[in-house]
């Protein structure tokens, strides 16, 4: 079945660096890539739909120049937590769109922890 | 505008016994729904989805779901529960046509008791 691989399932760094996660899929091409956000007990939020060769959409409250999202190719997006701080800590799991009318298939999520 | 409800932060079952997780939904256009599992630390898993075919859908697992228009649900169903059928348990509804932006329930945690 199709697989998407998001890494690194867990990073842990200082207030103030910058983190790349990144998604692939691993067996389809996807065009439309997803990123949520995912606070401890509660449920996924979008925060932006990543295009293949043009700007992501972010959606309403989402700082784009927080969280940036490149997806330059038909297989990878990358999202980056530009100058993390403790309030960003939370899980962000990606998600791929296959070509077709097929649903979304999901990375295992990445646990980023800012001290 | 697209929304949906899920019932119960958490339900528990004994081993053996019959799983129901509740799900309605708010939609201004036929909606595609969907069901996944998520366990700890990790993304989610497609159980089973709606797309305005049959109405029963059967999942994988042993899972399954009936659309309910009259009463604008879908719940989640299995006849008899696993100790690994134990997660977070989200819905979640489609915008217009596809399976582009998901919204997502609040999930419900399913505890199976031995």
């Known amino acids: 079945g199709a697989v998407v691989s998001q890494h690194p399932s867990w990073v842990i760094c200082k207030s103030g660096t910058s983190v790349k996660i990144e998604c692939r899929s691993l067996d389809f091409q996807a065009t439309t890539m997803f990123w949520y956000r995912q606070f401890p007990k509660q449920s996924l939020m979008l925060m932006a739909t990543s295009n293949e060769g043009s700007k992501a959409t972010y959606e309403q409250g989402v700082e784009k120049d927080k969280f940036l999202i490149n997806h330059a190719s038909l297989t990878l997006s990358t999202l980056t937590v530009t100058s993390a701080h403790p309030e960003d800590s939370s899980f962000y799991i990606c998600?791929?769109?296959?070509?077709?009318?097929?649903?979304?298939?999901f990375g295992d999520g990445t646990r980023l922890s800012i001290l | 505008a697209q929304s949906v409800t899920q019932l119960g932060s958490h339900v528990s079952v004994s081993e053996g016994a019959l799983v129901l997780l509740r799900c309605n939904y708010s939609?201004?256009?036929?909606?595609?729904l969907f069901w996944y599992v998520q366990y700890p630390n990790q993304g989610l898993q497609l159980l089973l989805k709606?797309?305005?075919?049959?109405?029963l859908v059967k999942g994988i697992n042993g899972f399954e779901a009936e659309f309910k228009k009259s009463e604008t649900s879908f719940h989640l169903t299995k006849p008899s529960a696993h100790m690994s059928d134990a997660a977070e348990y989200f819905c979640a509804v489609s915008f217009n046509t596809g399976f582009q932006k998901l919204v997502f329930g609040t999930g419900t945690r399913l505890l199976v008791s031995p």
């Open positions: 998600s791929a769109l296959p070509q077709g009318n097929q649903p979304q298939h």
């Open positions: 939609s201004s256009v036929p909606p595609y």
């Open positions: 709606y797309t305005s075919a049959a109405t």
